[in-house]
């Protein structure tokens, strides 16, 4: 119920402030395409124990369906944090000095939008595998799809893997990275190669 979801809400909160202390003190230093990598692929496994959950496997193993749910939200929200963390140190490091409330603005944009297509495209892929609540599709209920759906679904969270290598010249990641990206800017020519 209502209580329930207050309980999960308050956890994520908690757990990203925990991803953002976690970041901080252990992986700062970390290269940010090191970081991204293993996140994205230590959430997209994580995201299929989801499975469990929908095949009831949880319950098997003797936890509850709302503690597997709490428990779940809480990791994949650290997870989720240290992830979008280095995205941010490096437009910090980009970022040309004086436009940086822009640059927020538009890496903000680009997250959500990006977040909104996602959901749109989970949306489509649901009524297209006809995955549906009793409040949808005129009271009828179908699940017998959403195996697949949450299978599929956490198989394209690895899709960003792919883009991976356009990392390969940014910064390393913390502070040393943003000192690098501050110093060639400072050089003749603003740091380019030439």
């Known amino acids: 119920g209502p ?6 809400q308050v956890g994520t909160s908690l757990a990203s402030i925990f991803g953002i202390w976690v970041y901080r003190t252990y992986l700062q230093e970390v290269p940010i395409k090191e ?3 293993w996140t994205t692929v230590a959430s997209a496994l994580l995201g299929l124990s989801q499975l469990l959950l929908v095949t ?3 319950r098997a193993l003797g936890i509850p369906d709302t503690v597997f749910t709490f428990g779940d939200d809480l990791v994949l929200t650290v997870l989720g944090q240290l992830a979008f963390m280095p995205l941010l140190v490096l437009a910090a490091s980009l970022c040309p000095p ?10 903000m944009s680009t997250f959500n939008a990006g977040g909104i297509v996602g959901r749109e ?3 489509g892929l649901t009524a297209l595998l006809g995955v549906s609540s009793s409040a949808a599709a005129g009271g009828a ?9 949450v299978l599929l679904c956490n198989l394209a969270s690895l899709l ?3 883009a991976l290598g356009f990392l390969d ?4 990641g913390g502070a040393g990275g943003a000192a690098a990206a501050a110093a060639a800017s400072d050089e003749p020519g603003g740091g380019a190669a030439g």
């Open 35 to 37: 970081t991204l990598r």
């Open 121 to 123: 495209l989970g949306a």
């Open 98 to 107: 004086g436009v940086e409330g822009t640059l927020f603005a538009l890496l």
């Open 141 to 149: 209920t179908d699940f017998s799809n959403l195996f697949t759906l």
């Open 56 to 58: 009831h496997a949880n």
């Open 160 to 162: 960003p893997l792919l």
């Open 169 to 172: 010249e940014a910064p390393t």
């Open 3 to 8: 209580e329930f979801l207050g309980r999960v």
